[in-house]
């Protein structure tokens, strides 16, 4: 039996000195603001032109600003608790839901996508896209509604993300990443101010829509004949085929465009799917049951701590917090379990079981 032909490596080849001989070489920030500058579209955010951070800081040897952002994000506590945060269904059975935090990472592979075929900053994009649910409640918009009576105006996880990164676990981020996850939410304005604040959002949209369909397939809430077919026949079957199908229209209407943008009737669509899925997914009766049982629990904490006031963790007491503004952050902090425990050992009647 013959003995298999190998061939040396076709890389690195002959080489004239010690250092060409090396299989690695030093990319340094230097050298990749550099190739920002050269490669990156017209439109795109380089960042050494960042308007920079509330509080001047040396830069790294290695990192743009916005690879440090989104370092800092992926550290964050603030990050890990999504993990057990709700992104559609409250406490699913089976391990392939979506949580908030599966959700988040697949907002920036669906943003990285996009701004790589563009010619846009990748890492601020990835930044944004990961920073972008940062400040969510517990039990995913519903926990919105709940906070809502204890602010002025309107409670918004955007806005409370930024509070998260500058105030409650300062990150000391750039202020594009910060105005990125501020105005990720479409109820927004002004929108976003640069072109990957942009993508983020509709990042968010298509990961949402692809893999809530997803998770309601796997519930048996809905079979994919029961969607439209004008919109099965526009964007192909729920999952993959969304996402897939999404990207290339944003891609291709953003180079016609020359911004970032999808075109009328494909946006029009995409409205109308994602109306479709808050009539037969997010809001049908069963999940509407489960978000007042969550809206009871949000509140009840609310109420209970800002009552007891030394009981919430100092990193919550900030000095010019009221105490039930020190209960809100503390609870908007909270993960579904952690929220759900806390409630069950304090209202849960004294030997029920």
Same mark, same amino acid.
């Given at each position: 039996?013959?003995e298999?032909?190998?061939?040396?490596?076709?890389?690195?080849?002959?080489?004239?000195?010690?250092?060409?001989?090396?299989?690695?070489?030093?990319?340094?920030?230097?050298?990749?603001?550099?190739?920002?500058?050269?490669?990156?579209?017209?439109?795109a955010?380089?960042? /050494?032109?960042?308007?920079?951070?509330?509080?001047?800081?040396?830069?790294?040897?290695?990192?743009?600003?916005?690879?440090?952002?989104?370092?800092?994000?992926?550290?964050?506590?603030?990050?890990?608790?999504?993990?057990?945060?709700?992104?559609?269904?409250?406490?699913?059975?089976?391990?392939?839901?979506?949580?908030?935090?599966t959700h988040?990472?697949?907002?920036?592979?669906?943003?990285?996508?996009?701004?790589?075929?563009?010619?846009?900053?990748?890492?601020?994009?990835?930044?944004?896209?990961?920073?972008?649910?940062?400040g969510?409640?517990?039990?995913?918009?519903?926990?919105?509604?709940?906070?809502?009576?204890?602010?002025?105006?309107?409670?918004?996880?955007?806005?409370?993300?930024?509070?998260?990164?500058?105030?409650?676990?300062?990150?000391?981020?750039?202020?594009?990443?910060?105005?990125?996850?501020?105005?990720?939410?479409?109820?927004?304005?002004?929108?976003?101010?640069?072109?990957?604040?942009?993508?983020?959002?509709? /990042?968010?949209?298509?990961?949402?829509?692809?893999?809530?369909?997803?998770?309601?397939?796997?519930?048996?809430?809905?079979?994919?004949?029961?969607?439209?077919?004008?919109?099965?026949?526009?964007?192909?079957?729920?999952?993959?085929?969304?996402?897939?199908a999404?990207?290339?229209l944003?891609?291709?209407?953003?180079?016609?465009?020359?911004?970032?943008?999808?075109?009328?009737?494909?946006?029009?669509?995409?409205?109308?799917?994602?109306?479709?899925?808050?009539?037969?997914?997010?809001?049908?009766?069963?999940?509407?049951?489960?978000?007042?049982?969550?809206?009871?629990?949000?509140?009840?904490?609310?109420?209970?701590?800002?009552?007891?006031?030394?009981?919430?963790?100092?990193a919550?007491?900030?000095?010019d917090?009221?105490?039930?503004?020190?209960?809100?952050?503390?609870v908007?902090?909270?993960?579904?379990?952690?929220?759900?425990?806390?409630?069950?050992?304090?209202?849960?009647?004294?030997?029920?079981?």
């Open positions: 039996m013959n298999p032909t190998t061939h040396p490596p076709a890389w690195p080849g002959p080489a004239t000195s010690a250092a060409e001989q090396r299989g690695v070489h030093h990319r340094t920030r230097a050298v990749r603001e550099r190739e920002e500058r050269e490669r990156l579209a017209p439109i955010t380089r960042a /050494a032109d960042s308007r920079g951070r509330d509080h001047p800081e040396s830069e790294d040897p290695y990192r743009t600003a916005f690879e440090r952002d989104r370092d800092r994000i992926l550290h964050s506590k603030a990050f890990r608790r999504l993990k057990h945060k709700t992104q559609v269904f409250l406490n699913p059975d089976g391990d392939h839901f979506v949580t908030r935090l988040t990472l697949q907002v920036a592979q669906v943003g990285r996508s996009i701004a790589a075929a563009l010619g846009l900053n990748e890492a601020l994009t990835e930044a944004i896209c990961l920073g972008h649910d940062i969510h409640a517990p039990f995913g918009h519903t926990g919105e509604a709940a906070l809502t009576p204890y602010v002025e105006g309107e409670w918004q996880h955007a806005i409370h993300g930024v509070r998260v990164v500058e105030v409650l676990e300062p990150l000391n981020l750039t202020w594009e990443v910060r105005n990125g996850i501020r105005q990720s939410s479409w109820r927004n304005d002004p929108p976003p101010s640069t072109p990957e604040g942009w993508v983020c959002r509709y /990042a968010d949209r298509i990961a949402y829509l692809a893999h809530d369909a997803q998770d309601a397939l796997r519930a048996e809430v809905m079979t994919p004949d029961d969607v439209p077919a004008h919109l099965l026949a526009r964007f192909g079957r729920p999952g993959r085929d969304w996402i897939d999404m990207v290339r944003v891609v291709d209407a953003s180079v016609a465009d020359g911004r970032v943008t999808m075109g009328t009737e494909d946006l029009g669509a995409m409205n109308e799917l994602r109306a479709w899925m808050f009539d037969h997914v997010y809001l049908r009766p069963q999940a509407v049951a489960h978000a007042n049982r969550a809206v009871r629990v949000i509140q009840d904490l609310v109420e209970w701590f800002a009552a007891r006031p030394t009981l919430v963790p100092e919550y007491r900030l000095p917090s009221s105490p039930i503004e020190a209960a809100v952050d503390y908007a902090g909270m993960s579904d379990k952690f929220a759900m425990r806390l409630h069950d050992e304090r209202f849960r009647p004294a030997g029920l079981y």
